[in-house]
Nanobody, 116 residues
């Protein structure tokens, strides 16, 4: 059973940083790409970052390029999202995602609020 559990969200001031984690289980983590998405109130869910199975390839939404970094530790079955220079526009629920046998799996999400 595929499970994804996000953690690390919280309240941070503009310009601050947070590191999100997503612990995975129930599938061969090291052979699947992983994604971070986010959904702000009254907005559609959008992909923030993607990382290949071994971590050699990453992609980012234009809105976070240069500020966010996705990484993974296959030994720990965990994917991370380091978020720097946060702005109020980054406020959203952040979700971890993978596609396993053509099915999208999601965690429950972790709230990130950027506010002074």
């Amino acid at each position: 059973q595929v499970q994804l559990v996000e953690s690390g969200g919280g309240l941070v001031q503009p310009g601050g940083s947070l590191r999100l984690s997503c612990a995975a289980s129930g599938f061969s983590f090291s052979t699947y790409g992983m994604y971070w998405y986010r959904q702000a109130p009254e907005k559609e869910r959008e992909m923030v970052a993607r990382i290949s199975s071994r971590g050699g390839s990453t992609n980012y939404a234009d809105s976070v390029k240069g500020r966010f970094t996705i990484s993974r530790d296959n030994a720990k079955k965990t994917v991370y999202l380091q978020m720097n220079s946060l702005t109020p526009e980054d406020t959203a629920v952040y979700y971890c995602n993978t596609v396993y046998y053509s099915t999208h799996y999601w965690g429950r999400g972790t709230q990130v609020t950027v506010s002074s």
